[in-house]
């Protein structure tokens, strides 16, 4: 068997997350709960590589309260093996350090990973850490921002990553952790038998006991995140200029402007 | 309004409703323009498991009931009726093998479409339209097999299904008992595919000629037994009709649902074209009339769902629906005015698409007369 992880995250529906300023954590109550969109990328290619390969089993794990075994059940309609709940007041205000640990002592207790996925980062969060963290705790090389599973062996994949300035190609040996970016594939829809499924499917919930993670590594006092003030960084002010005219007056400004940077 | 679906059947609705909406919607408009069929659609169709909702469970579907077709088909129907005809159409040459079919043929067949093989049903000719007794498409029995020679026209899913029940004349001398249903695989020598129609509405759906030329096919794909054909035919239409009167309905629902929101839009006189009290009543008339339908459409689903199955009211119901969704897609496009006439709205393809229901799987004509001669014969 070949086991691929995939961590899902139940996220609030609206990319205006609203803060509890006092306490500087978000603030969950009354917004309604969907599966990060990115987490469904992470799936989806998981699942691909299922159809062509019988050996593969995909696994969908979360760390959260108990409603996100939700998502759990999502994972199951569109095709996920199994899903498998992290849920303990022992997590109650992890950060990133401590929320990649928990998964990863997740990871280590199910056992043998192949390949684990992540998505690009959680639309609430935002901090893109997670799966890096995760790779970190388990040791396994990882690449970020994939957009492409190119090929895949038993010890090997090839990927490329989206960069700034176009994408790497990138060998790695397996196992190995990527985290997805939206264009490496189209996420499927639900199907019946997979809706059937999920409907009487019940998730394994792990306490932190249970995988084996260490009090002091997880929760409020494994996170050395202190969060001091929350804000969104000030719009910056467009320094550009706008021209409008004839096309000759917007050629000829274009020009001028261009000779000024000594681009031509 | 409650109409008391199963757990089961909601699903498969909302399993339709969200193809039909994420997947279809966005490609119906061309796909209508330039007639394509759409392969990509049924593979996400067959994906979703939309195409094991009619298939027994011993042969990979899901065996649910024909109330949850009908769900199916209506919200396919709602984004596009000519994409939802390659799942309707299968469905119609698929059901007469889940009825009458032998266990070898179930096996060969059900699982096949379960997959998302499409089927087709070849009934029609030229000179045999509402008069199935016209059939002129001869069957000669040779050693264990029969060479069929004749032409159907107008089928649904020509050329793209994998399989076709075609009916036959086995024996000229006995009338309406003369008549054989075989399956014939694509592929078979003598099976060819001839004239590609052209249409007014679901141009998206495959219409095709078959031409049989010294089609060789052996007794083993008899349907049923030979000299029963017609009688199958009728007991297939019997129950696959409510098939047309759910695309009927989507059709309608759609057609309305477009109508209001554009009246809530539009402004002239100084406020939205919805507070007229002469569009209003067309918009209320167009839904009663709906609701009627549907709820004529669905009743009858439960009863034939529940062992039953009247075929008086399903020629009622594809009928009323059918009607149904001609008046209302022309009345909604009138709401919409010179932007509805315009191809950049959806009412004039809807309009379009609707012409159709009041004609195949038997006409309106052809329905209010079975509805008739049952009322006749029943009344004492
Ligand atoms: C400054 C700050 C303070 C915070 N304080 C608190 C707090 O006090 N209490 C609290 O509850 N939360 C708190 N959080 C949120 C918490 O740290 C994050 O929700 C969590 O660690 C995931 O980080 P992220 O949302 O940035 O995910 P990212 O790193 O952006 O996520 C990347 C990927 O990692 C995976 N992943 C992320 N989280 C999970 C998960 N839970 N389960 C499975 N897979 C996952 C997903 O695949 C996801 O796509 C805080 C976050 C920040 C930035
Ligand atoms: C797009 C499309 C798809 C089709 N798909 C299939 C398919 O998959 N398989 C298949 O076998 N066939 C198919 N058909 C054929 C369809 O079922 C026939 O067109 C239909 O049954 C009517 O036959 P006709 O066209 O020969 O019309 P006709 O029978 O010639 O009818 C002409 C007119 O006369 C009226 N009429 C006929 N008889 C009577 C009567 N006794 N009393 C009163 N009025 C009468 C009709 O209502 C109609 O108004 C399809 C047709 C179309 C257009």
């Known amino acids: 068997m070949k086991n691929i992880f995939v961590c899902v995250k139940q996220v609030p529906d609206t990319t205006e997350v609203k803060w509890d300023t006092e306490k500087g954590t978000l603030k969950r109550e009354g917004v309604a709960s969907i599966l990060n969109p990115f987490d469904l990328y992470a799936l989806e290619e998981a699942l691909r590589i299922k159809d062509k390969d019988p050996e593969v089993r995909v696994i969908a794990l979360t760390m959260g309260p108990k409603q996100s075994q939700e998502i759990l059940k999502e994972c199951v309609s569109l095709g996920a093996d199994e899903g498998i709940l992290l849920s303990d007041a022992l997590f109650a205000g992890s950060d990133t350090l401590a929320t990649s640990y928990a998964l990863s002592r997740a990871i280590l207790h199910r056992g043998d990973p192949w390949i684990v996925f992540a998505g690009k980062q959680a639309i609430d969060g935002d901090t893109a850490q997670v799966g890096p963290g995760i790779a970190t705790w388990l040791g396994l090389p990882q690449a970020t921002y994939v957009r492409k599973v190119e090929s895949l062996e038993e010890g090997k994949a090839v990927v490329e990553r989206l960069t700034e300035e176009g994408y790497e190609r990138v060998e790695i040996s397996l196992p190995a952790l990527f985290t997805v970016v939206k264009e490496i594939n189209t996420p499927r829809l639900p199907s019946l038998r997979g809706k059937m499924k999920a409907k009487s499917f019940q998730p394994l919930l792990w306490s932190a006991q249970e995988v084996g993670a260490e009090e002091e590594r997880v929760g409020l006092r494994g996170s050395p995140t202190q969060v001091k003030r929350v804000f969104s960084p000030p719009q910056k002010e467009g320094e550009g200029e706008r021209v409008e005219g004839k096309p000759e007056v917007l050629a000829h400004r274009l020009s001028t402007l261009l000779k000024e940077w000594k681009v031509l | ?380």
């Open chain 2, 1 to 380: 309004m409650n109409y008391n679906f199963t757990e089961e059947e909601i699903m498969v609705r909302d399993t339709a409703r969200e193809i039909a909406r994420e997947k279809i919607l966005p490609v119906r408009q061309k796909y209508d323009e330039e007639g394509i069929f759409p392969e990509d659609i049924v593979k996400i169709m067959a994906e979703g498991d939309l195409f094991r909702v009619f298939i027994p469970q011993e042969y990979d579907g899901l065996g649910l009931s024909m109330t949850a077709m009908l769900l199916a088909v209506e919200e396919l129907s709602y984004a596009c009726a000519g994409i939802a005809l390659s799942y309707a159409g299968t469905s119609l040459g698929t059901v007469p093998i889940v009825m009458f079919g032998s266990e070898e043929q179930k096996r060969k067949y059900l699982p096949l479409v379960a997959g998302g093989g499409l089927a087709a049903f070849a009934l029609t000719e030229a000179e045999a339209g509402s008069d199935a007794g016209g059939v002129k498409t001869r069957a000669v029995k040779d050693g264990d097999s029969y060479i069929l020679n004749g032409t159907k026209q107008f089928i649904t899913n020509g050329g793209v299904a994998d399989f076709y029940v075609i009916i036959a004349i086995t024996d000229p001398t006995r009338g309406t008992r003369g008549a054989t249903a075989f399956i014939v695989d694509k592929g078979t020598p003598g099976l060819e595919f001839g004239k590609k129609e052209n249409k007014m509405g679901i141009r998206a759906s495959a219409t095709r000629e078959l031409v049989l030329r010294n089609l060789r096919v052996p007794a083993s794909q008899i349907l049923g037994r030979e000299g029963n054909g017609f009688l199958m035919t009728m007991k297939v239409f019997d129950k696959t009709r409510l098939g047309v009167a759910a695309q009927s309905l989507g059709i309608a629902q759609a057609a309305l649902d477009a109508a209001i929101l554009y009246a809530k839009e539009r402004e002239q006189f100084g406020k939205p074209i919805a507070t007229f009290q002469g569009l209003q009543f067309m918009m209320a008339d167009m839904a009663m009339k709906i609701e009627a339908g549907r709820a004529l459409t669905y009743a009858a689903a439960k009863d034939i769902d529940l062992g039953g199955g009247d075929p008086k009211i399903t020629a009622m119901a594809k009928a009323f629906t059918s009607d149904t969704a001609m008046a209302v897609t022309v009345d909604a496009l009138q709401i919409m005015g010179g932007y509805g006439y315009m191809k950049e709205y959806p009412l004039e393809k809807m309009m379009r698409d609707a012409k159709i229901t009041q004609i195949y799987e038997g006409t309106n004509q052809v329905m209010r007369s079975i509805i008739a001669s049952h009322l006749i014969k029943e009344t004492k």
